[in-house]
T-cell receptor, first 111, second 114 residues
Framework: GEDVEQSLFLSVREGDSSVINCTYTDSSSTYLYWYKQEPGAGLQLLTYIFSNMDMKQDQRLTVLLNKKDKHLSLRIADTQTGDSAIYFCAETRDSNYQLIWGAGTKLIIKP | GAVVSQHPSWVICKSGTSVKIECRSLDFQATTMFWYRQFPKQSLMLMATSNEGSKATYEQGVEKDKFLINHASLTLSTLTVTSAHPEDSSFYIC??????????FGSGTRLTVV
């Protein structure tokens, strides 16, 4: 199949790290993306990683890619209330940029 | 799981012609459909939101007469780019929200206007 799977919900305490996980099935994926959707807003591209990379870090965000296990994760350090959103992972595998999407993980921040 | 079928996956058209993009929810009822546009390596820009049977709500700056959205049934929504011009070349993607599932995205349509 061509599934991208992620859990629908994640609850963390403010100040802790959040780790959002994603698994995919197609080993020919070229780029993998993390998008953020805040309530009432469109999708915001957070970061992307090329399939020949293992890790990418950008300020509080760390993306880890385990190509062998087809597992992608997004770690948000020092989670804040402003991080409350739905996070989507997506992959693309050809030059047409067709995207295969996960269903989104809703990140809930507890005070 | 929920599947949204989006067609065509890519299309090339001449300037001045119209192009229709379809999104179908295959195994669930999409009460709300979102249409996005994406430029390379940029975020998806929300163009409009449509609820079944009612007129679409367009985001600021999106021409509703140019991007016609029809959501006539709970399983089908269409986006028609009318009188397309090269600046309309982009990647268009739909997203459907049903009652049970999270957001389900189509695989996108690459439009090239020549």
């Amino acid at each position: 199949g061509e599934d991208v799977e992620q859990s629908l919900f994640l609850s963390v305490r403010e100040g802790d790290s959040s780790v959002i996980n994603c698994t995919y099935t197609d080993s020919s994926s070229t780029y993998l993306y993390w998008y953020k959707q805040e309530p009432g807003a469109g999708l915001q591209l957070l970061t992307y990683i090329f399939s020949n990379m293992d890790m990418k870090q950008d300020q509080r965000l760390t993306v880890l890619l385990n190509k062998k296990d087809k597992h992608l994760s997004l770690r948000i350090a020092d989670t804040q209330t402003g991080d409350s959103a739905i996070y989507f992972c997506a992959e693309t595998r050809d030059s047409n940029y067709q995207l295969i999407w996960g269903a989104g993980t809703k990140l809930i921040i507890k005070p | 799981g929920a599947v949204v079928s989006q067609h065509p996956s890519w299309v090339i058209c001449k300037s001045g012609t119209s192009v229709k993009i379809e999104c179908r929810s295959l195994d669930f009822q999409a009460t709300t459909m979102f249409w996005y546009r994406q430029f390379p390596k940029q975020s998806l820009m929300l163009m409009a939101t449509s609820n079944e049977g009612s007129k679409a709500t367009y985001e600021q700056g999106v021409e509703k007469d140019k991007f016609l959205i029809n959501h006539a049934s709970l399983t089908l929504s269409t986006l028609t780019v009318t009188s397309a011009h090269p600046e309309d070349s982009s990647f268009y993607i739909c997203s459907a929200r049903g009652e049970k599932y999270g957001y389900t995205f189509g695989s996108g349509t690459r439009l090239t206007v020549v």
